[in-house]
């Protein structure tokens, strides 16, 4: 069950988020807590905090971040991401952002 927690962020001081645990997050993509850590470090995952910024010493995950993981993850069991340009995140140096057509999943030039 995620947890209320107060935390003070450098931008925008105290605030009150809803939190699930990398267990949490494990359990219901049906991995072991290993296997996602290593997701996050492939960069097949997002996460709201990394484990050296918390106290438990685990990644945490607001409801946005365990949404998308959730879809994130589901389009990577159904064979991958179909990435299609969005935008230029620099027209200059024309470096693009693409993002996925069935999940929220994006990558830069």
Not at 7 to 23: A, C, D, K, M, P
Request: glycine residues 4%.
């Amino acid at each position: 069950m995620p947890q209320k927690i107060t935390q003070n962020y450098e931008l925008s001081g105290w605030r009150t988020v809803l939190i699930f645990s990398e267990q949490e997050m494990a359990d219901v993509l049906r991995l072991s807590r290993a296997e996602l850590r290593q997701a996050i470090t492939a960069g097949h995952l997002c996460y709201h905090a990394h484990p050296s910024s918390n106290a438990l010493r685990e990644y945490q995950f607001t409801p946005d971040a365990y949404d998308r993981n959730v879809k994130m993850w589901s389009c990577i069991q159904r064979g991958g991401h179909h990435f299609e340009f969005h935008h230029y995140y620099d027209e200059r140096l024309e470096k693009a952002v693409y993002r996925c057509r069935q999940c929220p999943a994006e990558k830069y030039d």
